[in-house]
């Protein structure tokens, strides 16, 4: 049976979706609890509305840690990979060992895949990511210090902020109150 269940942050309604297995998705928070769940339902139509369950509680936490500038880290989640295709699998491993307040190029990433000329798959995996922030897709960035982009609600402001909150260097390149 899968589930997913919305909560307050500091910033708006976020939500995440579970299953037997693990975390099956997240979603990033919007001003609106409403406005929430009609994304949370369009993305997980078959999923029905439940309370947070206990083991589920720490990422629900950690999640609103976060989102108040607090560094976390995400790496010990389970997540249900059972609807994720396996390339995309090996971007979001590679993604996820990424350390809070570093970053790594779609290129970079390209290369431990075997392959430099798959940056543009990696990215397009990316933005798919089911799981941002718990899967720190907001740690990939383009080639020469550029952002790249982040498929969340926010775009790149939204990609900044997270990694301002980790102290990563790619923050410090863009002014987060332009």
């Not at 009609?38 to 509305?49: L, N």
């Not at 607090?70 to 989640?77: E, G, I, L, P, S």
């Not at 990215?123 to 799981?131: E, S």
């Given at each position: 049976m899968t589930h997913y269940a919305?909560?307050?942050?500091?910033?708006?309604?976020?939500?995440i979706a579970w299953g037997d297995a693990g975390l099956i998705g997240v979603h990033?928070?919007?001003?609106?609890?409403?406005?929430?769940?009609?994304?949370?339902?369009?993305?997980?139509?078959?999923?029905?509305?439940?309370?947070?369950?206990?083991?589920?509680?720490?990422?629900?936490?950690?999640?609103?840690?976060?989102?108040?500038?607090?560094?976390?880290?995400?790496?010990?989640?389970?997540?249900?990979?059972?609807?994720?295709?396996?390339?995309h699998a090996r971007v979001y491993e590679i993604t996820r060992a990424i350390p809070a307040g570093e970053t790594l190029t779609y290129g970079e990433i390209a290369v431990r895949l075997g392959d430099k000329l798959l940056?543009?798959?990696?990215?397009?995996?990316?933005?798919?990511?089911?799981?941002?922030i718990v899967v720190p897709c907001h740690r990939v960035t383009a080639a020469g210090g550029k952002p790249g982009g982040f498929s969340a609600r926010g775009g790149v402001n939204t990609k900044l902020r997270l990694l301002a909150i980790e102290g990563a260097k790619a923050a410090a390149q863009a002014d987060l109150f332009a």
């Open positions: 919305l909560f307050e942050t500091g910033i708006g309604w976020a939500g990033l928070p919007e001003p609106e609890r409403e406005a929430a769940r009609r994304s949370f339902i369009r993305r997980f139509p078959d999923m029905a509305e439940a309370p947070v369950p206990t083991h589920q509680t720490s990422t629900v936490t950690r999640i609103c840690a976060l989102l108040r500038g607090q560094q976390v880290d995400f790496a010990d989640v389970p997540l249900d990979l059972a609807r994720t295709p396996a390339f940056a543009r798959d990696v990215g397009q995996a990316l933005g798919k990511n089911p799981w941002p």
